[in-house]
């Protein structure tokens, strides 16, 4: 028996231990069990996800197995579902594999709808009938959608999601919350408790440069009509005042560092937009919270709440960075954030607690870990709204109207060329070829009810040729690629952690570039 | 129906069909590009997360003689993502067990792998030669550096044996892949300064002023376990070993009230760990092998020269042609510039070059036009050009003379031109 943190090891320290145990009680669901399916699931397994299910009602072709590593010669004939389904769950003993070895045609047909909340995110690869009825069930339900297409050397992704909520972002531009220009009491006491003039010279070498900043910034104020530095040259001439409180800024390394972090010094506390705006949102208005209402909300109304009740500031989330000092002038400043931080926590938490009494859920329904979380992160908050349409005019007008497209070339041409394969495979029930060129583009018009009058752009009917030219959809350097990417995505959402795609991904392997779009 | 083997008819459209964007349309046949991909020899180096991945869209995409190279043997931390191995495969060759695997799996009579049990440095420039492709998938950036530099010595002016080196790398939610001409594109070695360098941290902050549990962690790793374990290396792989380090650390950083030490933490930072995804080496491969496909196919055209990808803040890639530096040791033919502290002694200076992001070598050594300045090898040349390690290099040669600097590790000879400046003694 292998113990779980060493086989899970090199993943632990991108999601540690609540990523990991959000993905092991993950479902996801697969339509339709092609190459790029395959794929995305072996990237799945792998980790380590709870569950997968595959819905599919073909048998096993020497067509599907030219490109698909989980199959074997022996499954030639055999149901492809429950094929891929055991040679898959050879590479992870701990994951649950199910096969459904029905059309999606008929299975929606037949099951309850309460079928479908047993999945996390539900994934659709290539052509499938019935996408819109698919689409619309797990729309209302809330469940996530990824659609993935791999045509030649093309492949696109769409993310269908209501909403997307993600507290822990792994933001990487590593700003830490210091509160240098709004220093709360204890802090407060601690920088005034420290005079540098009587340290020893050693002493006076290992000052944190937080307490530098806020020693200095206090001295600027009182020169400058109580403002913080204000441009360029005033910057500039606050980090000569810095410098000019070292003895020696050629050995003091706390000056040299304090002299060479100033934005740290600089950085304004104050509520980002993308915070202030969540405030406003309808889900936390008093008459639209229930029982049913997302945590991640009620902790926005709470967070709402909290910044009223400190001086419009969110929690501390108390980590710093390493900074020149001694051992135990670093852990003293680390124990006074800490100390603030638990106490913002508990605030917050209080806020959150009321929240739930007056719509009558129980405090069980949160835990310290996932407030702790929250708080620490509540500048970093991720939130967007998505849409349930493939496209919509203003796409449109971009594909056809497009300034950056050049003249052969046009990336949306990539994902309308995607679409349009569908539709055919759709109408004719057959793939696509270079023959059916001029068929192929009556469709285009057809389906997106564009005016005949309207001049194809070369560079969209080069796209249109590639596709039929190089119609194959288990091109297996695309459907591997694509798996890859639909399978981070299926991470990033099982995981609750990192920003997934919002909401439209293209990935041209000719120029091996790629462009995304929100619809 | 069970007689058939596995076919091609995955890419048959690909390699019959002349698509819009093809670069040779008229000298284009898809028999000779069938051929081509039967034929053509492709070499593999590494056999771990990204090699798995390569292998696999090699069998899958008409390649039929491949050769896989790898030293490492097959770990339990490997499984989360090596889909070719199992865990009754621990402690076997990464690339004997790849090789079989997909030679089992693809059931082709015609598909032959080729593995190789040992490090790219055992076999001889001769060997490199037979390929038409190398693609890497390493994590080892002077296993890279190696093959890169042997690869450019390769091509002569007319540019005859050119081989295209393929190169992908991954972190995390993040990699990249590029495709390296030698003497024609940016080289692998003119890039060595994107290289994230390995956190290191101050030896006084180690010794003295402990902050982070890191500190704890590097204090018993580099300070502690020479002290007490001499000249016995410290075997990450060794639980014995791993579990003195995680108490010591414990106990230090205890001392110093320092919260945060872990087993994970600890194995981390001896170890360097990387965090990787069975994902990202998916994208990665899956972009180096589809430019291998254009490039031995010409259906379409290769990517110039460099794609970095990100999908840890939403998807997120690059691509851009990175251009080659003129003074890059292995494919420019300047030398580079640098500037030397006269008061600085040759050793001083060594330990200068050795830190430097775009030279990074370990045990360099140094000659100017006229003499040896320093050489690690033989002893007996080592022993008399020691004691120029503790003299002034600017007693040793002139203003802007020209020095070559080797390491034993990498076939490159890096020339530099030393210009001196400041004072003649060290400033107080
Ligand atoms: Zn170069």
Not at chain 1, 427 to 446: M, V
Request: aromatic share 10%.
């Amino acid at each position: 028996m292998i113990d779980k943190e060493t086989k899970y090891d090199r993943q632990l320290r991108l999601w540690a231990s609540t990523g990991q145990a959000n993905l092991e009680n993950s479902h996801i669901c697969l339509i339709n069990a092609s190459a790029t399916g395959s794929e995305i699931l072996k990237n799945l397994v792998l980790p380590g996800i709870g569950e997968f299910t595959i819905i599919d009602d073909k048998v096993v072709s020497p067509q599907d197995l030219s490109g698909n590593f989980f199959l074997k010669r022996e499954n030639l004939g055999q149901d492809i579902a429950t094929s891929i389904t055991s040679n898959l769950s050879e590479l992870n003993t701990d994951v649950k594999g199910h096969a459904i070895n029905q059309s999606i045609k008929h299975l929606i047909t037949k099951v309850e709808s309460l079928f479908w909340d047993q999945f996390n995110v539900v994934i659709v690869s290539d052509y499938s009938p019935e996408l819109d009825v698919v689409k619309d069930l797990l729309w209302d339900k809330r469940i996530p959608l990824l659609i993935v297409n791999s045509v030649g050397f093309y492949g696109s992704l769409n993310l269908i999601a209501n909403e997307v909520t993600v507290i822990e972002t792994h933001d990487p531009s590593r700003l830490y919350d210091l509160r240098i220009d709004c220093p709360w009491p204890e802090l407060q006491e601690h920088a005034d408790s420290i005079d540098l003039n009587s340290l020893s010279d050693q002493d006076h070498a290992h000052v944190p440069y937080i307490i530098i900043y806020i020693k200095v910034l206090q001295a600027w104020k009182q020169e400058h009509n109580n403002l913080p530095p204000q441009n360029y040259g005033e910057k500039k001439l606050f980090r000569l005042l810095i410098e000019s409180y070292s003895r020696n800024i050629k050995i003091e390394a706390n000056f040299t560092e304090a002299s060479n972090s100033i934005h740290r010094a600089l950085q304004v506390t104050q509520i980002p937009n993308s915070i202030s705006k969540l405030f406003e949102n309808s889900n936390i208005k008093d008459e639209n919270l229930s029982l049913t209402t997302p945590i991640f909300w009620i902790y926005i109304k709470a967070l709402k709440n909290f910044v009223h009740l400190n001086n419009n500031q969110l929690p501390l989330p108390g980590n710093l960075p390493d900074m020149a000092s001694d051992t135990a002038g670093y852990i003293k400043l680390q124990n006074i954030y800490r100390a603030k931080a638990l106490k913002d926590q508990e605030l917050f938490t209080h806020e959150v607690q009321k929240i739930l009494d007056s719509i009558g859920r129980s405090h069980d329904d949160v835990n310290t870990e996932s407030i702790a979380s929250f708080c620490k992160n509540s500048q970093l908050l991720y939130v967007s709204q998505g849409s349930k349409e493939l496209y919509g005019t203003s796409l449109l007008q971009e594909l056809l109207h497009s300034e950056q497209a050049s003249e052969n070339y046009n990336a949306l041409g990539v994902y309308f060329s995607i679409l349009t394969y569908n539709a055919y495979i759709e109408k004719f029930n057959s793939k696509p070829s270079i023959q059916d060129l001029e068929t192929f583009s009556d469709l285009f018009f057809q389906k997106f009810s564009i005016d005949k009058a309207e001049v194809l752009p070369e560079s969209i009917l080069n796209t249109f040729k590639e596709v039929l030219s190089h119609n194959t959809q288990n091109y297996h350097n695309l459907n591997s690629l694509m798996g890859g990417i639909v399978s981070q995505e299926v991470l990033k959402l099982a995981t609750s952690q990192y920003t997934p795609l919002d909401n439209l991904f293209v990935f041209d392997g000719i120029r091996s570039f790629s462009e995304k779009w929100k619809i | 129906m069970l007689a058939m083997s596995r076919d091609f008819s995955s890419i048959t459209s690909i390699l019959n069909n002349i698509g819009p964007f093809n670069e040779v349309p008229d000298e284009y046949s898809p028999q000779e590009t069938i051929n081509a991909l039967s034929s053509s020899k492709i070499l593999v180096i590494g056999a771990g997360g990204l090699g798995c991945e390569i292998l696999k869209n090699l069998a899958l995409t008409g390649f039929q003689d491949i050769h896989v190279i790898d030293m490492d043997t097959i770990d339990v931390s490997n499984l989360n993502r090596q889909f070719l191995f199992r865990a009754k495969d621990v402690g076997h060759s990464k690339a004997q067990v790849a090789a079989e695997f997909i030679q089992e799996r693809i059931e082709n009579n015609h598909l032959k792998i080729t593995p190789f049990f040992g490090r790219i440095q055992d076999k001889p420039v001769e060997y490199y030669k037979q390929f038409d492709v190398v693609i890497c998938g390493l994590d080892s950036v002077e296993a890279r550096r190696w093959i890169n530099a042997t690869l450019v010595s390769l091509v002569d002016n007319e540019l005859n044996n050119l081989i295209p080196l393929i190169d992908g790398g991954t972190e995390g939610f993040r990699g990249q892949s590029r495709v390296i001409l030698p003497k024609v594109t940016s080289c692998y070695e003119c890039t060595l300064d994107m290289v994230t360098p390995k956190t290191t941290y101050p030896v006084c902050t180690i010794a003295n002023t402990p902050r982070l549990p890191e500190h704890c962690i590097e204090w018993s790793s580099v300070m502690e376990w020479p002290r007490n374990f001499g000249s016995q290396k410290f075997d990450a792989d060794n639980p014995e070993h791993v579990e003195w380090m995680y108490q010591l650390s414990l106990k230090r950083a205890q001392e110093y009230n320092i919260e945060g030490v872990t087993r994970l933490l600890t194995l981390g930072v001896v170890k360097n760990i990387i965090p990787a995804i069975a994902s990202t080496n998916a994208i990665i491969a899956a972009s180096c092998c589809n430019e291998a496909f254009k490039l031995v196919t010409n259906c379409n055209p290769i990517l110039d020269n460099y794609m970095m990808y990100s999908g840890d803040d939403s998807i997120f890639t690059y691509t851009y042609a990175h251009v080659n530096k003129k003074n890059c040791p292995v494919c420019g033919n300047m030398a580079k510039n640098v500037t030397a502290e006269r008061w600085w002694t040759l050793e001083y200076f060594i330990d200068e070059l050795s830190s430097k992001l775009e030279i990074q070598m370990k045990r360099p050594s140094l000659s100017s036009s006229s003499a040896y300045l320093y050489l690690r090898n033989p002893p007996n040349l080592e022993e008399k050009t020691r004691p120029n390690l503790y003299k002034k290099l600017s007693t040793l040669i002139d203003d802007g003379n020209e020095i070559v600097v080797t390491d034993p590790n990498l076939p490159i000879s890096l020339r530099l031109v030393v210009n001196f400046s400041g004072p003649e003694h060290e400033p107080l």
